[in-house]
């Protein structure tokens, strides 16, 4: 049944909160919108200049929120929290960000135990890991946007390789929301084509263009800081996915239990989401390498957690 009071509060008003808050209102997904943050300035700024955005995009309700908003939000989006910096991987972010988890999942759960929680901060899979632990009866509600944005840039590579509309690509990237991401290319395809027998295609291609999209980020926030359009569109795509309980696939973070030989983990493979959040895992087919790669990804994640105290 799809959600009719479309109402989102984002925690976080930096660069990702506040792109993040523009795209559902510039898709009409949302009726009501809240932005927190411990930056009363900037929340402020930011929604005035976003209430402004509102008379060209419909009629949502936008304001600086408070916890309390929480309790009429279907959905919360957490973006709140330190950034990589240039050179910085993701994983870096575990200690401050991990401190900042402790401290938002109980307001948050406190408010709504119905919540669906999209978490964006990074390192997104080792975070939402944190916040299902804290809340296990909520594994299904904690959902990371995980390889979403990294499929979204595999897709749009492969597309402008072969003169392809991304749409048509059907392509995932899995594991961890990171370095130790990987491919599936043995399901991709083009259309219907197999992505391995797509004419032109070669395994050095492939390569080149998985490596572009995995190091992407980098580039990004060498040249302007911060990463933040193509997340914005991602979450609000999932966003979307629950509003109307689409049941989509998606390759967002959640937790593993006995997948292709792994368990008690988050990580992304594609997964159902619809209005109560993760359904289920898509049963698919890796090949030998897949399977590895998932384990060597899902292995590098529980080492990177153990430095959260
Ligand atoms: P930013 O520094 O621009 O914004 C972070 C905001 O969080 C700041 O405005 C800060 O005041 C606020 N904040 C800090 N502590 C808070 C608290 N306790 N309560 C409320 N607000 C608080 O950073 P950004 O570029 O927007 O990035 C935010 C996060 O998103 C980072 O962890 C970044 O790595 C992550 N990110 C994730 C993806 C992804 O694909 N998952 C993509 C891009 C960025």
Same mark, same amino acid.
């Given at each position: 049944?799809? *959600? ?5 509060? *984002?925690? #976080? $008003?930096?660069?990702? #909160? ?8 510039? $898709?009409?997904?949302?009726? &009501? ?8 300035? @900037? ?26 908003? %929480? ?12 950034? =990589?910096?240039?050179? &910085?991987? /993701? ?11 402790? &401290? ?25 890991? =944190?916040?299902? +632990? ?6 299904? +509600? ?10 979204? /840039? @595999? ?17 995932? *990237? ?29 395994? /050095? ?7 572009? $999209? ?16 193509? *997340? ?5 795509? %999932?966003? &979307? ?40 895992? @898509? ?16 292995? =590098?994640?529980? /080492?990177? +957690?153990?430095?959260?105290?």
């Amino acid at each position: 049944m799809i *959600i009719r009071h479309r109402k989102i509060t *984002i925690i #976080g $008003a930096g660069y990702v #909160g506040s792109t993040t808050a523009f795209a559902p209102l510039s $898709a009409r997904a949302v009726n &009501e919108l809240c932005l927190i943050d411990v930056n009363t300035a @900037l929340v402020r700024a930011q929604v005035m200049d976003l209430q402004h955005a509102v008379p060209f995009l419909g009629t949502a309700v936008v304001k600086v929120g408070n916890y309390s908003d %929480i309790r009429t939000s279907a959905v919360v989006v957490i973006a709140a929290g330190a950034n =990589q910096k240039p050179g &910085e991987t /993701r994983l870096d972010l575990i200690q401050k960000n991990s401190a900042l988890m402790r &401290e938002l999942g109980p307001k948050v759960f406190m408010m709504n135990p119905e919540a669906i929680v999209i978490v964006v901060t990074n390192p997104v899979d080792v975070l939402t890991y =944190q916040l299902i +632990r804290m809340f296990p009866g909520k594994k299904r +509600r904690i959902i990371g946007s995980g390889t979403v944005l990294d499929s979204a /840039r @595999l897709r749009h590579l492969v597309g402008a390789h072969f003169n392809i509309d991304p749409t048509s690509v059907h392509a995932y *990237i899995c594991g961890e929301h990171g370095d130790s991401e990987f491919p599936l290319w043995s399901t991709a395809n083009i259309g219907q084509v197999p992505i391995l027998s797509y004419p032109g295609c070669t395994k /050095r291609t492939l390569d080149q263009l998985f490596m572009q $999209a995995k190091n992407a980020a980098y580039t990004i926030i060498a040249g302007k800081q911060a990463t933040y359009y193509a *997340i914005a569109a991602g979450v609000t795509h %999932i966003v &979307e996915a629950i509003f109307g309980d689409r049941n989509e696939v998606l390759p967002v973070s959640h937790l593993l239990m006995h997948y292709h030989g792994v368990s008690d983990v988050c990580l992304s493979v594609p997964a159902v989401v619809g209005r109560n959040g993760v359904r289920t895992q @898509l049963s698919l087919k890796f090949s030998a390498r897949e399977e590895r790669l998932l384990r060597q990804s899902a292995a =590098q994640l529980k /080492r990177a +957690r153990k430095g959260i105290h």
